[in-house]
């Protein structure tokens, strides 16, 4: 029986990461519709947030961008009022499990860094003295 770990997981678990990559990057667009803002400041909160949700469609530096996410929805908890908090509280735990697992096979992350799998299979151990 063989073994591997995956850097990039494909198949079932890929697709997984994918749906939450494309589920989670429209979060950007409602963290920043949350606090009233100047419209010179809530230009420049959506141009991050088209970036952000650009980098989680794509998968590329998908770690780096769902952590900005996280720390994006944490600071929302603030502004934020009941039901709004349970939400933000939920997606806070979405992307800190996206900033851990990463992107998945099907993204520019594994294209970039290579789509690798380990095989790790045992072999018995040596007799020895079958010369």
């Known amino acids: 029986m063989s073994h591997y770990v995956g850097r990039f997981p494909d198949g079932a678990a890929g697709l997984g990461l994918l749906t939450v990559r494309l589920c989670y990057a429209p979060l950007a667009f409602g963290i920043v519709a949350l606090p009233p803002m100047t419209t010179a400041g809530a230009m420049v909160l959506r141009l991050v947030a088209g970036m952000l949700a650009l980098l989680l469609v794509a998968g590329f530096a998908t770690r780096v961008a769902a952590f900005v996410l996280g720390v994006a929805v944490l ?11 349970l939400l933000l ?12 697992l990463g992107a998945g096979a099907y993204s520019i992350d594994a294209r970039r860094h290579g789509h690798r799998v380990i095989h790790l299979t045992t072999r018995p151990p040596d007799r020895g003295g079958g010369d």
């Open 89 to 100: 509280i939920g997606h806070a735990g979405g992307c800190a499990a996206m900033a851990l």
């Open 75 to 85: 600071l929302a908890l603030v502004v934020s009022t009941g039901p709004e908090r």
